[in-house]
């Protein structure tokens, strides 16, 4: 029997460096990365502190810039974008995830999802229809009208997923995303993501110190000093 088709790559890495400076100083973040993320993957980045993942995850998400080599984000090298093109295309394309949720206190858990969507020429109804998908994805479709500070930790973090996704993204990235979760929250969060991967085929990239969080990837990447080390499957 044959080898299934495999999946195109839908990120590219090839030779990504980055060096921040300070003064005469250079500190080198990354050097030398490449690797292709397969469509549809769930991607662990593993490392220690300092060792450059958050980094190399803002640079796959076009949230900071490369020094040096090329980032392919399904066909486009986001390296060669001007910062302006750079925030619309991040707006397209990229989900985003962080450990503190980054939700908004004013706004409903509805009005938090929204808030893409707006940078959109969806109308008013399309909108609502996104959000309340988005939201019952997560199951939270209940909540939809409650502020952050109703809402629990695991609850807010499953509501930030949801404004993830709702514009429809082509990669999910996602930093320590259950650094701030008791571990019941956190097996629920993963357990989401890991739905999200298999029934929708999203690409999620995701950074952790977390082994249990690992092991809900498909490919385990681990970075030491700015360098890539051997591929774990």
Do not use: C
Not at 16 to 43: A, C, H, T, W
Not at 68 to 78: P, Q, Y
Not at 187 to 210: C, F, P, W, Y
Not at 216 to 227: F, S, T, W
């Amino acid at each position: 029997m044959s080898d299934p088709t495999p999946q195109p790559s839908i990120v590219s890495l090839r030779n990504v460096s980055k060096v921040y400076r300070r003064g005469m100083q250079s500190l080198v973040v990354l050097e030398s990365i490449s690797f292709d993320i397969v469509k549809g993957e769930f991607l662990a980045l593993m490392g220690p502190s300092g060792s450059g993942k958050s980094t190399l995850l803002n640079l796959i998400a076009g949230i900071d810039t490369v020094d040096g080599g090329t980032i392919s984000v399904d066909g486009i090298d986001i390296a060669t974008l001007s910062e302006s093109d750079l925030a619309r295309w991040r707006s397209a394309h990229v989900g985003f995830i962080f450990q503190f949720y980054n939700l908004i206190p004013v706004l409903t858990a509805f009005e938090n999802v929204e808030l893409p969507l707006l940078l959109t020429s969806l109308s008013r109804k399309e909108r609502k229809e996104h959000v309340e998908t988005a939201l019952l994805v997560v199951g939270l479709a209940d909540r939809m009208e409650h502020y952050p500070s109703q809402l629990s930790g695991g609850q807010q973090q499953r509501v930030a997923i949801a404004r993830a996704i709702v514009t429809d993204p082509t990669i999910i990235v996602a930093d320590e995303p259950t650094g701030d979760l008791d571990r019941v929250s956190a097996q629920e969060i993963l357990d989401l993501l890991d739905r999200l991967n298999a029934d929708s085929g999203k690409t999620i990239i995701m950074v952790t110190h977390d082994p249990r969080a690992a092991e809900k990837a498909h490919v385990i990447r681990h970075l030491d000093k700015g360098e890539l080390q051997d591929v774990h499957p």
